[in-house]
């Protein structure tokens, strides 16, 4: 079945440190490949997305993602994470079966930043 | 722009009971999907309505189920309510949705919790 991992479960980080965050997909075909965030108590909100062109994508408040074909990866980076961005993460991608789309999640990454 | 909104926003019913959950998309948006959020399993998939219809589904069982009206709003229904269906559901709307190995940025609302006692 075509699935999306996220490696990490829970990442804690001080402020200022640096983040990546893995995301592996499963399907070669993949064209479009998304970074959602859900801050405590607040509704997922995208993040950054890749549709074509330049791999090194820049989303909101810093971050950005290399999409890496060959490695069927799509890994979050942040260079200096700050107390704000403690919230949960999660990795998307549309994915076809029995003719049917979807767009599929992985489990989520849950980061806390320490003051 | 207004954004997704879910009613109501908390549910709590008991098993064997039905519910109906309801969904207004961004304005001009004529995709809408459901997703079902548990601690467990995470973010699931559970189908897209495109203008009026149902254009893909997910892999759950037949109690759910959901419509579109014209102007784009949406309901999920899910009966004969099991303890298992204890979960976030969440709505999310995009312009053209679920067409195809690509897909457009889906919007999300800030959901409905539902509790089965």
């Known amino acids: 079945a075509q699935s999306v991992s996220q490696h990490n479960h829970h990442v804690i980080l001080s402020e200022a440190a640096s983040l990546e965050l893995g995301c592996n997909y499963s399907?070669?075909?993949?064209?479009?490949l998304f970074w959602y965030v859900q801050y405590p108590g607040q509704h997922l909100q995208l993040l950054l997305k890749?549709?074509?062109?330049?791999?090194l994508v820049k989303g909101i408040k810093g971050f950005e993602a290399e999409f890496i074909k060959s490695k069927f990866s799509f890994n979050l980076r942040k260079p200096s994470v700050q107390w704000s961005d403690t919230a949960e993460y999660f990795c998307a991608v549309p994915y076809s079966g029995a003719g049917s789309y979807q767009l599929t999640f992985g489990k989520g990454t849950k980061l806390s930043v320490i003051p | 722009k207004a954004g997704v909104t879910q009613t109501p926003r908390y549910l709590i019913k008991t098993r064997g009971q039905q519910v109906t959950l309801s969904c207004s998309p961004i304005?001009?948006?004529?995709?809408v999907s459901w997703y079902q959020q548990t601690p467990g399993q995470g973010l699931q998939f559970l189908f897209e309505y495109f203008s009026e219809t149902q254009r893909n589904k997910g892999n759950f069982p037949g109690r759910f189920s959901g419509r579109q009206f014209s102007n784009s709003r949406s309901e999920m229904n899910v009966s004969t309510l099991e303890l298992g269906d204890s979960a976030l559901y969440l709505c999310a709307s995009s312009l053209e949705g679920l067409a195809g190995p690509s897909t457009d940025t889906q919007y999300f609302g800030p959901g409905t919790r539902l509790t089965v006692l």
């Open positions: 399907y070669g075909g993949t064209v479009n």
């Open positions: 890749y549709f074509s062109g330049d791999p």
């Open positions: 304005s001009g948006h004529r995709s």
